[in-house]
């Protein structure tokens, strides 16, 4: 199939050479050109000289870029009739349902298809994708997406993908604040901390959050796997969608008010376990 | 060896069974004195007319009994130099220490090793043990610990088996509560909620709480496997250790808050998954 692809950055270059390796031939566009001649070159596909080349020679065009005014940006001036955008950018379904609207306006078609997974498997095709948008539309891109993740959810209608991910992502900071609690009470009573980690993760209190990050939080190692900036951009977004349901989350707002004192301390580039600090701050006690 | 036992409920009797099974002569004692004498019949073993007449025929005595002022009325007048109790009672560090001191008195020595898991796992001798005390009584009492559970966690001095089965239920709950509070946003989004959990399952979001209890909220089946007023009184314990050592713990106050609304909507019988009621009545919204 002829497929366009915006966006050729750390996730985006391996999601794209998965599609290239199944066969479709791509059309490639990148903010900064010299990235997509290189690409093109390891890979095989036409460079395009602006988004809208792109979708001149496809009728699938996805994007990876960094945030809802650059998704707008490329794919609005892009759209044309019948051509049927799928974003994987993690943007906030109220992004997705601005610029579905006006892509709507010019005879195209959105799907939001987020992901999670870091670069390791989106080289592998083994990210989790999920998808919000017309069934129609969504089934229509499913088996490509299949190319790029192991997990492929459909959500609901356009801004479900993304909701979706919102959630996940403010239940995992808020299940990570929870446990700098924890590990925090267990310190300050003199509790072999190896076993309240072995007693938590036989039992009822593990959390994928326990496996990645008590380690981490105990040697005060924050090696970046998902940045304490980016953690509380999507704790935010989600907590706006909850607003604007009228439902309260209180314990992601909780874990936003600590992600964005770690920020405050410096730990913004960091991975979010920094957290950990807010709560040692606050508690005047380190682990 | 000759072994003591005090308290033959759905728990007790299913680890003490174990032990006999090891082959372990047995002396045990009951507050319903039917109860010993039909245990004794099956099993095996002498009834004696009290706790003191327990530990007059055995150097280790275990107990799991109900709370802290029954530990403490059953233990301390069957105190007697060179005895070793072992407390698998869930009473909080405070009382544990309490009897603790009471017991030292008297010459005997106390470990407390509190369990988690249910009848099921008591029976098949696979519970999860967290034990405090003397590194050398606990070395002692180890193999024995070994015939009633599968994991067998030192946790540091007496009293840190309780504080660290504590602060596991208390993420747990607190874990729960974030859950529940997850799929009411999604709920009110509109979302597919069956891809909202598949996602959690599979990534950042994922927890012991997420396999057990999404269902159950979704459902709203609140069959019993761990109460409610059982979870807040584990948590409000857990805050309670949280204060005296001046280390704040808002998750678990969080849960502890919602844990007490829902006893108070007559959920204190049911299972701690009716945490969400409270959500629910806060946002005025039913899942």
Request: aromatic share 4%.
């Amino acid at each position: 199939m002829k497929l366009g692809w915006i966006g050729l950055g750390i996730m985006g270059s391996r999601q794209a050479a998965n599609l290239r390796r199944a066969g479709h031939e791509l059309t490639v566009w990148n903010r900064t050109a010299a990235t997509a001649e290189a690409w093109a070159a390891e890979h095989g596909a036409t460079v395009a000289a602006s988004p809208a080349e792109v979708a001149q020679d496809a009728e699938i065009v996805f994007s990876m870029v960094v945030d809802g005014p650059q998704v707008q940006e490329v794919l609005v001036p892009a759209a044309r009739e019948d051509v049927l955008f799928v974003d994987m950018t993690t943007i906030g379904p109220e992004w997705t349902r601005r610029v579905g609207e006006q892509l709507a306006e010019r005879g195209a078609r959105l799907v939001d298809a987020p992901v999670t997974g870091s670069s390791p498997r989106a080289e592998d095709g083994t990210l989790t994708i999920m998808v919000g948008g017309e069934s129609g539309d969504v089934e229509r891109v499913r088996p490509l997406l299949e190319i790029m993740g192991e997990l492929i959810v459909y959500a609901g209608p356009l801004g479900a993908g993304q909701a979706v991910k919102l959630i996940n992502n403010a239940v995992a900071a808020a299940n990570a604040a929870t446990l700098a609690q924890g590990l925090l009470v267990g310190s300050a009573q003199g509790l072999d901390l190896d076993a309240l980690v072995a007693v938590m993760a036989a039992g009822s209190g593990a959390s994928t959050m326990l496996t990645l990050k008590a380690g981490p939080m105990r040697d005060h190692d924050y090696t970046t796997l998902f940045k304490t900036e980016h953690m509380l951009k999507d704790v935010r977004l989600c907590l706006d969608e909850a607003e604007n349901a009228d439902v309260p989350f209180p314990a992601a707002a909780a874990a936003a008010d600590a992600l964005s004192a770690a920020v405050f301390r410096g730990h913004g580039s960091d991975d979010f376990a920094s957290l950990l600090e807010a709560y040692e701050g606050f508690a005047n006690r380190r682990l």
